[in-house]
Nanobody
């Protein structure tokens, strides 16, 4: 199982970034995909979620209206479009896949990608 995030970097306040998370080794199309973020010394914060079928999306209040989560099941990839970025969005962003396989739940994490918003 692999979740590989990319697209992080340094951006000025007000700028945009698009994160990608490429998945392999499990049934991506059946998984609920989420983005989380974590600053050094702090707990992991949920950012956004997209369901598997008839995808619906949910967002943390702190990013609502600025971030958009989407998925491409043909490419086994989930995206996070981040607009109007603020310095407080600076964090390591993690991709998460969750679902049920047989009698068990699964919960996979990527390695994270750094986003830094600074002038």
């Amino acid at each position: 199982v692999q979740l590989v995030e990319s697209g992080g970097g340094l951006v000025q306040p007000g700028g945009s970034l698009r994160l990608s998370c490429a998945a392999s080794g499990f049934t991506f199309s059946s998984s609920v995909m989420s983005w989380y973020r974590q600053a050094a010394g702090k707990g992991r914060e949920w950012v956004a979620r997209i369901t598997s079928t008839f995808p619906s999306t949910n967002y943390a209040d702190s990013v609502k209206g600025r971030f958009t989560i989407s998925r491409d099941n043909a490419k086994n990839t989930v995206y996070l479009q981040m607009n109007s970025l603020k310095p407080e969005d600076t964090d390591v962003y993690y991709c998460n896949a969750a679902g049920i396989r047989g009698p068990s739940r699964y919960d996979y994490w990527g390695q994270g990608t750094q986003v830094t918003v600074s002038s």
